[in-house]
């Protein structure tokens, strides 16, 4: 069966994600910062095909690289690749406006978010290249649709995630290989509060991680064979354009 | 009388910022990572500009130096104008993206992205205590819509990240300022003259695309390059009060490239 290796697995979006292509039978490198984490994902998928976990910090560029080996050599290949790693409030940080958010937070988000992808692509695209196969979905931002208050740097992170993947297509074309971003809204996570989660889309809910899993999921599958450079707006219509 | 500063002033692009600002008149400080060519620059131009410095705009404590020593000599800054960047000083080599180094996209993303953060940053404060003022950063076509790279674009997928980035950036900028009494705004050139490669030498390149598979070399639907001047009146509208209702925009300069 094909293999996907999903970023940032423990975190609720990677879950559902996880769950989501565990559903379709695919095999799972799950990997993330916080290993424990991505562990207890596992044992709760109760999946019928493999899952190995994979302790990875997507900002190290070395580790990336050590990892898409093992786990190409573990599973025979990579098919797929979901960037899930990245977040603001997840990584501890808090929403500022540009005149008061030190250097530091906007070069966490930055390195985290938009590095640890060209990280993780820069890494397995030489693979699906050889394998002359594969697909690789980043999972972006409503927020990288229009520049929010307070998250300019999530908001610049998440928006070079949707035009590095555009300006993408066309090398990824040539090995084999399509690339696509989503863009869930203001979504569901294991850090909120009763409090978070107050902007409420059109369709009257946050996004859930089964909302996220299940837009993976089918652009992942052969339905999706001829999507690619596509951003799918999964927010419920908060991002209208 | 207003004082705004620009950086990137002796690039092709900043240059002609600078020069429509003082027409509008407006008192410029311009700031550029090579000094000298500011400093001749700003004899070019005339008495409009009232200083010029050296300045890299990766670094965010020179920046909010430069940002206060013209607040105190030639104060109370009201504009930005963001004009740094291009491939110049980054070295940055051709190819596709699996063939390139994270130390390449840090140097990208340094000059292209963070360095628009540090200079908003840094003026930001100015243009709250003021009360009032604007900023326009130059993002790029390649920042509205990603695209097959042009044969000879370098680094594309990253630069444009870098550039959407910028958009959405001065997006959130134009959310929080807007309240102060504050603009944001961006332009997007397309296929630009710079000071290293002159209209000329791109109508040359082109001629040379041409040849090689036709319709690779096409300027824009306009016929045509963009000038330096091209960008220099659209950052020049956005700063000026016309623009007083326009905020959040992303002002196409490409003409016609980049349809989104």
Redesign the interface.
């Known amino acids: 069966m094909a293999t996907a290796l999903i970023t940032g697995a423990a975190s609720l979006i990677g879950e559902g994600i996880a769950r989501a292509l565990a559903r379709d039978g695919w095999d799972l490198a799950l990997t993330d910062i916080n290993s424990q984490g991505a562990e207890e994902v596992a044992k709760r998928l109760a999946a019928n095909s493999r899952v190995e976990v994979r302790e990875l910090d997507v900002t190290d560029?070395g580790r990336v690289k050590q990892v898409v080996g093992e786990t190409a050599r573990a599973f025979g290949a990579v098919d797929a690749l979901v960037n899930c790693a990245g977040g603001l409030r997840g990584l501890g940080l808090t929403r500022k406006?540009?005149?008061e958010?030190p250097?530091e937070d906007?070069?966490r988000i930055?390195d985290t978010n938009?590095?640890g992808v060209?990280?993780a692509?820069?890494c397995t695209?030489?693979v699906m290249?050889d394998q002359g196969s594969g697909a690789i979905v980043s999972i972006a931002a409503s927020?990288?649709l229009?520049?929010?208050?307070?998250?300019?740097?999530y908001?610049?992170?998440?928006?070079?995630?949707?035009?590095?993947?555009?300006?993408?297509?066309?090398?990824c074309a040539g090995y084999g290989v399509r690339i696509n971003t989503i863009a869930p809204g203001n979504a569901d996570a294991r850090w909120k509060g009763p409090d978070d989660g107050a902007t409420v889309a059109p369709l009257g809910r946050p996004t859930s991680e089964d909302d996220v899993g299940g837009a993976v999921r089918w652009l992942l599958s052969p339905e999706a064979s001829h999507v690619t450079?596509a951003c799918i707006d999964v927010s419920g219509g908060t991002t209208l354009h | 009388m207003a004082t705004a500063i620009v950086t990137g002033g002796a690039g092709a692009i900043g240059r002609a910022c600078a020069a429509a600002l003082v027409e509008d008149g407006w008192r410029v400080v311009l700031a550029d990572i090579d000094g000298a060519e500011a400093e001749k620059v700003a004899s070019d131009i005339g008495a409009g500009v009232v200083a010029a410095y050296g300045l890299d705009v990766t670094d965010?404590a020179a920046v909010h130096d430069i940002a206060a020593r013209a607040q105190a000599r030639h104060g109370p800054i009201t504009g930005l104008v963001t004009a740094a960047g291009g491939g110049r000083n980054i070295a940055l080599t051709n190819g596709?993206?699996?063939e390139?180094t994270?130390d390449e996209?840090?140097r990208n993303?340094e000059v292209h992205?963070?360095a628009v953060?540090?200079s908003?940053?840094a003026v930001?404060?100015l243009l709250?205590e003021a009360g009032k003022g604007a900023i326009v950063n130059t993002a790029s076509g390649?920042?509205l819509?990603?695209?097959?790279?042009h044969l000879r674009q370098r680094h594309?997928?990253?630069?444009?990240?870098?550039?959407?980035?910028?958009?959405?950036?001065?997006?959130?900028?134009?959310?929080?300022?807007g309240p102060k009494g504050v603009r944001a705004n961006c332009i997007a050139p397309g296929r630009t003259e710079t000071r290293a490669k002159p209209i000329e030498e791109m109508e040359r390149m082109q001629r040379e695309e041409e040849a090689l598979k036709p319709g690779s070399g096409r300027a824009s639907p306009l016929g045509r390059f963009g000038r330096g001047r091209d960008m220099g009146d659209a950052a020049a509208f956005l700063m000026s009060d016309r623009a007083g209702y326009i905020t959040?925009a992303c002002l196409d300069v490409t003409g016609g490239i980049r349809l989104h």
């Open positions: 560029h406006p540009v005149a958010m250097p906007w070069r930055i938009l590095k060209l990280n692509v820069h695209l030489p290249k927020r990288g229009r520049g929010a208050a307070g998250a300019a740097h908001s610049a992170a998440k928006a070079g995630i949707i035009l590095f993947t555009q300006t993408m297509v066309l090398e450079g | 965010f596709p993206f699996i390139t994270p996209w840090d993303i992205l963070n953060y540090n908003c940053h930001l404060p709250f390649a920042g819509r990603g695209g097959p790279p594309a997928s990253v630069y444009s990240a870098c550039k959407a980035g910028v958009i959405a950036l001065t997006q959130a900028i134009s959310q929080e300022a959040g």
